[in-house]
């Protein structure tokens, strides 16, 4: 089959598919005018996204905006709020980046949101695809891009399955180039083949589809049309995976990576503002708990967690930073 008649039977399918089981999220087709705070809302999703499963983020995304409705608002947030309010989440540390690109966006544009992919990127916080993600969704301005979904439907349609450890043939710098091929094809003139709804569509088939795992190939259509190079017969079984080490300890018979402690130091400190001392965070967040066995263990963590403005530590005590 040849590159273009692959490209223009993918996207017909995909537009078929996605009018069929269009997902109704609650940042997607927001009912907002004012640009800025679209883009907003775009960008507390994308963020909320990056290492949550959506079932998750449409529970707690209401709730965040409930507290933070408006870029400006969460600009002047204090570390602190920000980190109680996106409890839930986990990796608090997004919450801290997001709250800081908010800052820069009211300090440096005044509080108008950029369109450009040059001036999101500048943005600390904002990536590539984060930025491509906010002119689609928030502008509807053309922009390819490669998320996980995204990677996972180009490189298995027009390159191949992945290899049995999971990797690619094929890096995003490739599939950006057939993203922008599939995209231009994909904005025909119909009233609703647009920028937002081609990359919802993508994402849509992705996770319901052309899943990580065990890819639903019996309802696949670009499968039924021989579009998708990946086929059931060609699909690797995945490998065992040896997971990276990782610093941690083993407590109470179970090995704790240290990022799990970190956050089970964040939530005690959330409810509980006033502080606590090393030696009783210590007993809330291992079983095991030794003063003397554990405090340079646990020392090194707090101190990490200083260093992300996450925790602040004054006479005696940890608390939540401000």
Known sequence: ?????????????????????????????????????????????????????????????????????????????????????????????????????????????????????????????????????????????????????????????FVGPERPDGTWERDDRFLLRIAADVLGAALDGAPYHDARNWHAALMDFGSLVQTKKNPRWDVCPLTAQGLMKATAKKFPKSEVRIPKSEPGRTIAGRFVPNRIVRGRIVEVLRQIPSGLSLNAIGRRVASDWSLVAHHHWLEQILKRLEQDALVARQAGKFTLAD
């Open 1 to 157: 089959m040849q590159r273009r008649e692959r490209v223009l039977g993918f996207t017909e399918t995909i537009w078929r598919w996605f009018t069929v089981h269009k997902r109704v999220l609650p940042w997607r087709d927001l009912p907002v005018q004012d640009d800025a705070e679209r883009a907003y809302r775009i960008l507390v999703s994308e963020v909320m996204l990056q290492q949550t499963q959506v079932p998750r983020v449409i529970v707690l995304y209401p709730r965040f905006l409930g507290q933070f409705p408006t870029l400006a608002t969460l600009a002047r947030a204090s570390n602190a709020d920000v980190i109680r309010a996106w409890r839930g989440m986990g990796y608090n540390s997004r919450a801290l980046r997001l709250r800081d690109a908010c800052r820069t966006i009211m300090d440096r544009c005044g509080g108008i949101f950029p369109k450009t992919m040059e001036e999101l990127g500048a943005i600390k916080g904002i990536g590539h695809y984060t930025a491509a993600a906010i002119r689609n969704f928030a502008f509807n301005l053309p922009t390819p891009c490669v998320d996980t979904n995204i990677r996972r439907i180009l490189h298995r349609t």
